[in-house]
């Protein structure tokens, strides 16, 4: 267990829907990081947040949003769905955002758009 | 932009044997950190080892070590004394020391252990 909680487990959806997914971090962790695994373009880093502030953005659609809530739990939104979007979304933290810390993944939530 | 390749989408080994899976990144930068993950069948992503650039000496943990060849540029993990519970999808990632956190993942290497 690696202390990173995520929920739902699993969400299935149709098109055009918007989802929320949700993230506690490791405890005393401040850095929140969200990854989508698909079998097309493998992992893909989305979207970094530190102590409440946007850090670092990868590929995240537009369609697509997050935030870090003050006791540090971070919301990923995803919105007019489209099949494509079906996939693993993993969230993971780390202590303080420096580069010499080693992030930590939850379980994953299954994302699954009809 | 770095990058990361991993060249066996699948490999095999018997129980209590040796196996070594590759990995190759590019990067123009000096310092950073190189992880193997290891994801089974829950899916779950699990850190199975990291390896700073700045050191020389391979880290190991228990039956896993890297061999880290910087000038190279190749990472290769080494799983020793095999046992079923390797059996995993294992993923090779880079991580930056300077601008961005984000780790930039390899595709993968599926690994099957047999009896």
């Known amino acids: 267990d690696s202390g990173v909680t995520q929920t739902p487990k699993h969400l299935i959806t149709a098109t055009g829907q918007r989802v929320t997914l949700r993230c506690s971090p490791r405890s005393g962790d401040l850095s929140v990081y969200w990854y989508q695994q698909s079998l097309d373009q493998g992992l893909q880093f989305l979207i970094q947040?530190?102590?409440?502030?946007?850090?670092a953005k990868g590929n995240i659609l537009e369609r697509f949003s997050a935030q870090q809530f003050p006791d540090l739990h971070s919301e990923l939104n995803l919105s007019s769905l489209e099949l494509g979007d079906s996939a693993l979304y993993f969230c993971?933290?780390?202590?303080?955002?420096?580069?010499?810390?080693?992030?930590?993944f939850g379980p994953g939530t299954r994302l699954t758009v009809l | 932009a770095q990058t990361v390749t991993q060249s066996q989408p699948e490999m095999s080994v018997q129980e209590a044997e040796t196996v070594t899976l590759s990995c190759t990144y590019d990067t123009s930068e000096s310092d950073y950190y190189l992880f193997w993950y290891k994801q089974p069948p829950s899916r779950q992503m699990i850190l199975v080892i990291r390896q700073e650039a700045y050191k020389q000496q391979n880290a190991t943990e228990n039956r896993f070590s890297v061999n880290f060849q910087k000038a190279a540029k190749s990472f290769s993990l080494k799983i020793s004394d095999s046992q079923l519970g390797d059996a995993a999808m294992y993923f090779c990632a880079y991580r930056s020391s300077y601008n961005t956190d984000k780790l930039i993942f390899g595709t993968g290497t599926r690994l099957q252990v047999f009896p």
């Open positions: 947040y530190y102590n409440g502030e946007e850090r």
């Open positions: 993971a933290s780390s202590g303080s955002g420096r580069s010499t810390d080693t992030q930590y």
